[in-house]
């Protein structure tokens, strides 16, 4: 296979990739560093701030979350503790981070092919969040900057904070907003 051949294959796999996942651009507006995690398609990055990380998440996802955690501190093999939100002790995290944290959750391309988003408190609140949508004319913003935000769902019978996007939309969760 010539370098030319492999080119236009990688080229294909991108726009395949991005044509049947949404894409997640994560923001630290945080005057600290925040270690953003998200499952299930996503490890942990540390993020400065001022600094983005963009995330593809396949479309189909249920059950997704992306959470922030903070006073991370990991080794060469990537283990180690966090403060808030941490994960078994792992920076790539596979398991859903532990309270006290704030999450944004998500389910792409569901019931009537839309995407489902929310933030929730349920398991506390580490880190001040917004949840956006970033295409498909959808602009249903969802902002939790304290405990007792209203946007959040507080309880787990709490049904009336998830909002719905056309199935492809794009999102931006930002920490600090």
Known sequence: ????????LSILAVCLISAQAARFDIVNRCPYTVWPAATPYGGGVQLNPGQ???????????????WGRTGCNFDGSGRGNCQTGGCGGDRSCSLSGQ??????????NGGNNLDYYDISVIDGFNVPIQFAPTSNGCNKVRTCTERSCPDAYQYPSDNTKTVACPGGTNYRVVFCP
Request: glycine share 6%; aromatic share 10%.
């Open 52 to 66: 983005a990380w963009n995330l593809y998440i396949p479309a189909g996802t249920s059950s997704g979350r992306i």
């Open 1 to 8: 296979m010539t370098l030319k051949n492999i080119t236009l």
């Open 99 to 108: 309270p006290p944290l704030t999450l944004a959750e998500f389910t792409l």
